[in-house]
């Protein structure tokens, strides 16, 4: 039993190590095109107003430590689960709460600017969002 | 003791048999485990394989393959989608019939007054709506047009792949030129030709295949080049008459360009003989007018101002538009924002882990989440109903320029029927060429007013504005010839 427990210890870790599991610790944009399915996405940031000074996790996870490992916690298992089932809606969209957590990282640096145009509105149904219009500063796809 | 061993009847030890269920449980947490992770590996090592060689090279292919079923063992993601060309495919205003079996409607159908514009011409006899790419070849030989009427070799320029043969007789014509005049040489020969002679040579050099993947890419480096004599010559006149000498499209354009480029080798305005060797007449520049003053300035061998044909009720010498896609789109807003035909036409889509343009080359209203929502972030159907809005506008206003037409058509008819000189008739029948021009323009270009809406309307506006002023001067011109016998007779009688 302990071989048997053995194996699969050996062969999870193998697993883990093969699929760069390691590399979803860091915030490294890489890692989020690790699956081939970002790589437009991660091309095009390269090339993108952005790159310098952001990268996915600052746009895509919420700056504050909890809600975002629940954020990376959540999208890390839909993301799995999509890529290895491939039942996802092509093209991809952004879910509402992902949504939700971008145009908060928007407004984490610009909020300042733009207090004026925004301000008590983001969480709106109706919300202008930043990227409704400049919705390449970041990426393509 | 007893009380932590209740059952007394039992013939196997109480306390062995958990454990054996316990033993049995985890083997088999661990089996599933097992299995379900070697699932998730193998999952894992495939898609990695997806993410590496985009393609691989199993046959060589060379500036003489015509054949795209060879290039398709190369490149069967893009192959696939150029045989669905095949399929058909609809819209509100365009579109093919509804099996692959069956012919596309005629144009008259919807606009009827077709048939009277083109009154002496073959496209009265037979002009349908279009179908995909794959048909090119097979609907030129079964329209009426090429079986009932005389056409010159020149239509193969775009509705097959025949620069090899191009090259092949220019070849044998001139052996020592350098390449770029054989081909020219070999387009002018087989342009003069008969079209069933045209078909027959290019059946026999075994390149008879409707447009192919060696029309527009490159056989060693894959990238775009443009290959057609016709659009090498007309880019270099327009580039010309921009100030840049010596333009070659090949050597000068951005990517970007060449991925309208390779479209403009067909999609134009053009005249296809066989009067003159074919030539897109875009000396003056692309729009309408000033291909009509390409036109007016230019002479046949004989001398005699160019024309398509004399229109069968008026007499007039008129001119007869092609399919002007390309300076249409170049007059719109998409075009002026650089987006390429390719964009929307061909929009790149994923395929496993590769990028790749789409190559079933259709109506961008069937593929509207790539071909449009990749800029315009709205829902489908606003995308949908803003462009079937522009449609119906621009397809009203083309119905009102086609009774204008046939106005003026009447009118001119009554005003020869009453006796009106050719002479009379002159400036009428100038008017008659200009409406007309634009009215064709318009009407074969193939987009239902989407490439640029303004442009097409204020050309409908002109087309109309000339309609009617040709009808007021002929109606008046009929109306002296009326008075003038009256008179005679009168004169004489004093």
Not at chain 2, 11 to 22: A, E, G, H, N, Y
């Amino acid at each position: 039993m302990a071989v048997g427990l053995g194996l699969l210890l050996g062969l999870g870790l193998f697993t883990f190590i093969y699929a760069e599991g390691f590399s979803y610790f860091t915030t490294d944009p890489k890692a989020c095109a690790n699956c081939h399915i970002m790589n437009s996405e991660y091309d095009s940031w390269v090339k993108s107003s952005h790159h310098i000074v952001a990268t996915c996790a600052d746009c895509h996870l919420p700056h504050s430590l909890v809600p975002k490992l629940v954020a990376k916690t959540v999208n890390g298992y839909h993301h799995s689960k999509g890529f290895t089932f491939q039942d996802f809606h092509e093209p991809i969209m952004i879910k509402p709460h992902n949504s939700q957590i971008l145009q908060e990282a928007c407004l984490g640096c610009h909020g300042g600017l733009v207090h004026d145009m925004v301000a008590g509105s983001t969480t709106d149904a109706n919300a202008v969002s930043c990227v409704h219009c400049h919705s390449s500063v970041g990426h393509g796809r | 003791m007893t009380a932590e061993n209740p059952s007394t009847d039992g013939k196997t030890p109480p306390s062995r048999r958990p454990k054996i269920v316990l033993l049995v449980a985890i083997i088999g947490i661990v089996a599933v485990s097992t299995a379900v992770l070697a699932g998730l590996l193998v999952n894992i090592f495939q898609r990695k394989q997806e993410a590496k060689n985009p393609y691989l090279r199993f046959v060589d292919v060379t500036a003489d393959t015509t054949d795209p079923a060879e290039w398709g063992k190369n490149w069967p993601r893009q192959y696939d989608g150029y045989l669905r060309t095949a399929n058909p495919t609809h819209t509100k205003f365009g579109g093919g019939a509804p099996s692959e079996a069956m012919m596309p409607a005629e144009k008259s159908e919807k606009n009827p007054w077709l048939t009277r514009m083109f009154a002496g011409y073959a496209f009265a006899i037979d002009y349908r709506d279009r179908r995909g790419h794959a048909f090119m070849l097979t609907d030129q030989e079964s329209t009426k047009r090429t079986k009932e009427r005389k056409q010159p070799g020149s239509c193969l320029h775009c509705h097959a792949s025949i620069i090899p043969l191009y090259r092949q007789t220019g070849a044998e014509l001139a052996p020592t030129a350098p390449p770029a005049e054989q081909l020219q040489k070999g387009f002018e020969a087989i342009g003069k030709l008969d079209y069933w002679e045209a078909n027959a040579k290019l059946e026999k050099s075994g390149h008879k295949h409707p447009v192919s993947c060696v029309d527009c890419h490159d056989p060693k480096s894959m990238q775009l080049r443009v290959t057609r004599p016709g659009f090498i010559n007309g880019i270099k006149a327009l580039k010309a008459k921009e100030g840049i000498a010596d333009y070659d499209p090949n050597r000068d354009a951005t990517r970007q360009e060449m991925r309208s480029f390779v479209c403009g080798q067909c999609h134009v305005e053009y005249y296809c003989g066989p009067k003159t060797t074919l030539f897109f007449p875009w000396m003056n520049g692309l729009k309408v007018e000033e291909i009509e003053a390409t036109y007016d300035n230019f002479k046949f061998d004989d001398g005699h101002r160019f024309y398509d044909w004399k229109h069968a009720e008026t007499g007039a010498e008129v001119l007869k538009a092609q399919h002007p896609e390309f300076e249409v789109w170049n007059q719109g807003t998409h075009g002026k924002a650089g987006v390429a035909c390719a964009d929307c036409h061909m929009p790149y889509m994923r395929e496993g882990a590769l990028k790749v343009s789409d190559h079933w080359v259709r109506s961008p209203l069937t593929n509207i989440n790539r071909a449009c929502q990749q800029c315009h972030h709205y829902p489908e159907n606003e995308i949908v109903k803003r462009v079937e809005t522009i449609q119906d506008r621009h397809f009203a206003l083309l119905t009102r320029a086609g009774g204008a037409l046939v106005d003026m058509l009447d009118a001119i008819k009554a005003a020869k029927e009453a006796g009106a000189t050719e002479a009379q008739l002159m400036p009428v029948l100038e008017m008659q060429r200009k409406a007309q021009w634009r009215l064709d323009f318009v009407a074969a270009e193939n987009s239902m007013g989407f490439h640029a809406p303004q442009e097409l309307a204020r050309i409908l506006g002109e087309s109309i504005d000339m309609s009617r002023q040709a009808q007021l001067a002929a109606v008046s011109l009929k109306a002296t010839l009326a008075l003038a016998p009256a008179a005679k007779p009168a004169a004489t009688a004093n």
